[in-house]
């Protein structure tokens, strides 16, 4: 056994240390043939003595079983965004700022690095060996996605070196380069799948796909750029830290580079300027970073973005085509948007084939018409934007372009109010409304329906099975395997996540009633105030709701004009009677599991993993799905398995699940 173990360590050294020479010091030493003799050694071995498989081996990059749905984790540290500076300009007073803070008279030294679109996540070794990996999320907790960030191959799983800190956590981001997307758009129509509009969208989806078999064929990269929370190693400059991580086997851009002062900046920026359209990836500008650790600590923080960095923001890059035809759609409240229909034209690594107009009034101040040759730019590189039309190229023939008067899909006349510039379709009973509102309704921040796409939705209204978002609630198995295209496994997930949806919260389901003007957050500033209950806020006049803090007078109108709606109203009642349940998010008023943190492992007898989740919660406490120094209590069921040995190793109180019982009063 004693050779058998050697010979699996052999292996996996040379593959490590081949990953190494092959994606951080571009210099293969072995072919792509050879390296797969080995790993197939390395794999056979394995499967014959499963008991010698260990996390970090390269043949455990991808599990078995997709996920049912991706935990959280919370960041330690932070990952906080970046203020922009839109030109050069902003870039000199970004430096000037830093001196007046610092009282520097001398210059100061910063990090200038392309700055990649694509995902932030952050990864995390403990004792040089991979553990878990995240999405930046909201800054302060991100998705569990390590199971997809050990299908990218240029990830170490160990790090390199024998001096591995216990504690690294790294931030990173996640891409794909320009030519692999161009490959997989071709595989996909090949496929006859959509294609992605663009790299990072590509990347994005591919990191938040539940079944990490399907993310380990796509083509994904990943470069490192900080670290967030570090134990064991002193590190005094970024500079320094960048080196440390690339010694550790970590990608880090070879374009990243020190520069001095405010001409170092401003020669940086023209530089990556200049060079962006000829780099193997998609970058939308540059950042810079104070080097000095200590000064960055004397800088700090402002509540969402360190005062030591800024983004410089490069130029829109712009493109000319032409405007085939102007088309109006009809959103989910009506709205009647037109939308140029563009010869197909690339602008920033993206093919633009539509730009909306917004409204009549935009049409007319640029005056904008079918057959315009026109100026097009991606707006901060991600939104489609007629900057101008070319008015020596425009044909004889052509007319202004008004928006007729009736709805485009039910021929309704429209309304437009005095006080704003979108006319309306009236009808709520409009096809392209009641389509939009069903797919608003069961989108991931609302009900959060999977399964019930556009073209389900498209089916299901046109063959009357939806008229209102509360006929999703009598939607079933038989009628659904009906549709074309859908078969009865379709159908049968499709009615479990209808039924998983109708457990809720009160934020959720207000967000998903489409109410004018209240997004996620008010949703949420509701919630606070009638503690997670309908009933209040059902019958909540304008005046009462203005006095909520961050509920201004337009907000309180438009939830007041859907409260008096007498369909709304029986709408929601539909849902209420047809199983909808808004959990209680009001805190328990004693904490006593405040600043604690649990873990469970093993099977539990009482509870659901979500609804033990909910609990601890509800109780002040937070939960893990690592055992860490950090762990209050481990609550051990039967089929506990590593998660026990280490809890034991580092002296967590384990407990049973009666006994959790016993202090979740």
């Known amino acids: 056994m004693k050779a058998i173990e050697d010979r699996l360590k052999e292996l996996r050294d040379i593959l490590e240390q081949h990953n190494y020479n092959y994606y951080i010091l571009d210099s293969p030493t072995i072919s792509d043939g050879e390296y797969d003799v080995i790993f197939r050694e390395l794999y056979t071995l394995e499967t014959k003595h499963p008991e010698l498989i260990i996390s970090e081996s390269p043949t455990q990059r991808v599990g078995t079983e997709p996920l049912i749905e991706f935990g959280s984790i919370e960041h330690q540290i932070p990952m906080l965004s970046l203020s922009n500076a839109m030109n050069p300009k902003e870039l000199i007073a970004f430096d000037e700022r830093m001196k007046k803070e ?178 193997s990836y998609e970058i939308d500008g540059t950042v810079f970073k104070v080097n000095d650790y200590q000064l960055q600590n004397k800088l700090g923080t402002r509540s969402r973005s360190p005062r030591w960095a800024i983004a410089g923001k490069f130029k829109a890059q712009q493109a000319t085509t032409i405007i085939h035809d102007i088309v109006v759609q009809v959103g989910r409240t009506g709205a009647l948007t037109p939308v140029a229909r563009l010869e197909p034209v690339h602008v920033a690594g993206v093919t633009i084939t539509n730009a909306t107009l917004h409204n009549q009034d935009e049409i007319d101040r640029k005056d904008i018409r079918i057959g315009d040759t026109i100026l097009i730019e991606r707006a901060g590189d991600v939104i489609p ?141 509701l919630e606070k105030h009638y503690n997670g209950r309908l009933k209040g806020f059902k019958n909540a006049k304008p005046e009462e709701l203005e006095n909520i803090d961050e509920i201004g007078p337009i907000v309180a109108q438009s939830v007041a004009q859907f409260w008096q709606n007498k369909n709304n109203r029986e709408i929601v009642n539909n849902c209420i009677e047809r199983g909808i349940f808004l959990k209680q998010v009001t805190k328990h008023i004693n904490q006593p599991f405040s600043g604690k943190i649990f873990v469970f492992t093993g099977s539990l007898k009482n509870f659901t993993r979500q609804g033990i989740k909910e609990r601890v919660e509800y109780l002040g406490g937070k939960t893990a799905v690592f055992v860490s120094k950090k762990t209050s209590y481990l609550v051990a069921g039967p089929g506990a398995g590593s998660k026990l040995k280490k809890a034991k190793d580092l002296s967590v109180s384990i407990i049973s699940e009666d006994e959790f019982l016993d202090i979740a009063h």
């Open 102 to 279: 610092l009282n520097l008279k001398k210059n100061i030294l910063y990090i200038a690095e392309p700055k990649l679109d694509g995902l932030g996540i952050e990864l995390i070794y403990e004792q040089g060996i991979f553990i878990k990996g995240s999405t930046r999320g909201d800054g302060f907790t991100g998705e569990d996605i390590t199971q997809n960030l050990k299908t990218i191959r240029s990830l170490p799983l160990k790090l390199i070196g024998e001096s591995a800190p216990p504690l690294l956590e790294v931030r990173a981001e996640v891409f794909i380069k320009k030519h692999d997307f161009v490959k997989l758009n071709k595989s996909r129509e090949s496929e006859k799948k959509p294609v992605f509009a663009n790299p990072r969208n590509a990347a994005a989806g591919s990191m938040r796909q539940l079944d990490p078999r399907i993310t380990i064929k796509r083509p994904l990269s990943f470069y490192c750029y900080g670290v967030g929370k570090v134990e064991g190693i002193n590190l005094e400059t970024h500079h320094e830290c960048l080196l440390a991580l690339k010694r550790m086997g970590l990608p880090i851009n070879p374009l990243i580079k020190t520069v001095n002062g405010a001409e170092g900046i401003k020669a940086y920026y023209h530089e990556l300027e200049k060079l962006r359209n000829e780099l």
């Open 385 to 525: 934007k007629i900057v101008q039309v070319i008015l020596e190229k425009r044909p004889k023939e052509s007319a202004p372009y008004r928006i007729d008067t009736h709805c485009p899909v039910c021929n309704q006349q429209s309304f437009k109010p005095d006080n704003e510039a979108v006319a309306r379709c009236i009808n709520i009973s409009c096809p392209a409304q009641v389509k939009g509102r069903i797919q608003h309704f069961v989108s991931k921040p609302a009900m959060n329906i999977d399964g019930l796409g556009k073209r389900i939705i498209d089916r299901l209204v046109e063959t009357g099975l939806l008229k209102t978002v509360d006929d999703i609630f009598t939607l079933e198995k038989q009628s659904l395997s009906e549709l074309d295209g859908l078969g009865k496994k379709s159908a049968k997930k499709l009615i479990r996540s209808i039924v998983k949806s109708k457990k809720t919260v009160f934020s959720r389901f207000v967000y998903a009633l489409g109410i004018r003007n209240v997004g996620e957050h008010t949703a949420q500033v």
